[in-house]
């Protein structure tokens, strides 16, 4: 079976919208703490792998750190999973469709962030302080990280936000077009690297590296990680939603209409 042309990724990608909208809740909030559980353990490796290298590297840290995180996504759209930043593209492209309602959409993300975030914050306590994995020699990197994305600003990391999940959403994307698996990774690969080394602010991720540092001693409150998370939540809805499901879909309904 060939791959998929950008008008049938876009069919593909609305019967997509409409199985996650018909989830019930208990397959949703599985699937919702895995996914937040494998995107945080992605970042984790990324902090492992960056904090254990010299100063002196630099953005050749940062890149082989970003190599590594991608196992999250590939994880979720092909081991199985449920992340709200792929569903941010996903859902208003069915109801863009008219195949969902919006009552229908704001249940799944309701449900999705809500597991997400306990997914990734079991791993930032168990794994990243429990166990020590974001503490010790790579702290400095943990805290670092934190800190630049709390201080960033409402503006900037909504801005961040977007470019962030414009290619989070192009992975998911590429990934729905693509029908083996090395397709499949090679379409996840790459757009989840650049955003990790360009430094994109991803909020299923914050959720795992900001209270990992406020539980290692950062002098980050709970009230910053919020704002944080109110911030980034709406830039990587308008990535997701504007820049990957909403252009795709004026681009090429017609090209649906004429086949149907």
């Known amino acids: 079976m060939s791959d998929y042309y950008p008008h049938q990724i876009l069919q593909a990608t609305i019967e997509k919208g409409e199985a996650k909208a018909a989830g019930g809740i208990s397959y949703l909030s599985i699937l919702g703490f895995l996914g937040g ?6 970042y984790l490796a990324y902090i492992r792998v960056v904090g ?9 840290a940062v890149f082989i ?7 999250g996504l590939i994880g979720i759209l092909i081991g199985g999973g449920e992340l709200i930043t792929g569903n941010m593209m996903v859902l208003p492209t069915a109801w863009l469709a008219k195949r969902i309602t919006l009552p229908k959409l704001g249940r799944n993300w309701l449900i999705v962030t809500f597991t997400n975030l306990l997914g990734a914050m079991a791993v930032a306590w168990f794994f990243g302080h429990y166990v020590g994995l974001t503490e010790g020699e790579v702290l400095h990197k943990t805290i670092a990280v934190a800190e630049g994305k709390v201080n960033a600003g409402f503006g900037r990391s909504l801005v961040s936000g977007i470019g962030c999940n414009w290619m989070v959403c192009l992975g ?13 990774i090679l379409g996840i690969w790459f757009p989840i690297m650049i955003f990790v080394l360009v430094g994109f602010q ?26 944080n998370m109110v911030s980034v939540f709406i830039g990587n809805t308008i990535g997701g939603a504007v820049f ?12 649906m209409q004429k086949q149907a």
Do not use: T
């Open 202 to 227: 991803h909020v299923v991720a914050n959720m795992f590296v900001i209270p990992a540092a406020i539980w290692a001693g950062a002098d980050i409150s709970w009230v910053q990680f919020a704002e």
């Open 172 to 184: 998911v994307w590429l990934c729905y077009g693509a029908h083996s698996y090395a397709g499949k």
């Open 65 to 71: 750190g970003a190599a590594v995180f991608p196992i």
């Open 52 to 60: 254990g290298m010299p100063h002196e590297w630099g953005s050749l």
């Open 244 to 255: 990957v499901g909403g252009v795709y879909w004026f681009a090429y309904r017609h090209h």
């Open 37 to 42: 559980a494998f995107i945080s353990l992605g």
